[in-house]
């Protein structure tokens, strides 16, 4: 059994990282999020577009070179992206929906 | 052009504070990656089963807890601890397909 043990204390230590690694997301992704409100807030009050494509390219580019630092695979990085700005712009159009309720 | 020019610092502001968690977040994932692929290759070594229900709902259960302490919707922590996973599930498939390949 010994070898199992260490087996089991070794996937319990790993499955610790994997959490504390999870809990800084949660709150990064949380400040992420505060983030883009403001954005999302700022262009509404100014009467800026809600897209910016060269915004966009800039930092697919930027986040793809990182990645491939990070050896992370930098399609991945891109997806990662595309599934923040997919929330981005539910909170966006939330927010439309609530100032177009308040007239 | 006093207040567009606040508008745009403002907005270059909040990009940069965007931008520095995105740094962050490559990072993170990548040694989140390296973690379960370590997980991956330890289970399969030891005949263990890749999917581990038990342990996929304490982590729900706590990202979810997690993400309410952290004002982030409950309901986007799940949906990006499944956004991970099926990365992690496409890891490991690859890993399995090599391993076929080698014999």
Known sequence: MKLADEVVDTLNDLRQSIDNIDSAMIHML???FRCTKRVGTLKAAHGLPPADPDREAYQIDRLRKL???ARL???FAEKYLA???REVIRHHEA???STAIQG
Do not use: K, L, N, W
Request: zero cysteines; proline letters at 7%; aromatic letters at 6%.
């Open 67 to 69: 990645a491939d630092q």
């Open 73 to 75: 695979d930098p399609d």
């Open 95 to 97: 927010v439309g929906r």
């Open 30 to 32: 949380s400040e992420r």
């Open 83 to 85: 599934f923040i700005v």
